[in-house]
């Protein structure tokens, strides 16, 4: 019974393989010859300081809501806590 187990086992493992093997090349992989190129319009400063702003405007944004929700949670807790 234990043969019959690891001879399932190998052949499993050998469809598997075949299987990696059919897909291997069709993501683009990592090959040493591959190069990334983007075209990307140029910016101008003006542009760049109005999408610093816009990020500096949403982490604020941001730290406030995590602030506040912290505080919520944290003071729900002392209240559960002091309930007890």
């Known amino acids: 019974m234990a043969i019959q187990a690891m001879i399932t086992i190998l ?13 291997k090349k069709t993501f ?3 090959g040493k ?9 140029k910016a101008t400063p003006k542009q760049l300081r109005d999408i610093r702003q816009k990020f500096k ?9 995590v ?3 912290s505080t ?11 309930i007890s």
């Open 11 to 23: 052949k499993n493992n050998d469809r598997m393989m075949h299987k990696r093997t059919k897909f």
């Open 72 to 82: 919520i949670i944290i003071l729900g807790l002392v209240w559960l806590l002091f």
């Open 28 to 30: 683009g992989g990592y």
């Open 57 to 65: 405007e949403e982490n604020q944004l941001l730290l406030l809501k």
């Open 33 to 41: 010859n591959r190069k990334t190129e983007y075209d990307l319009p």
């Open 67 to 69: 602030i506040g929700f």
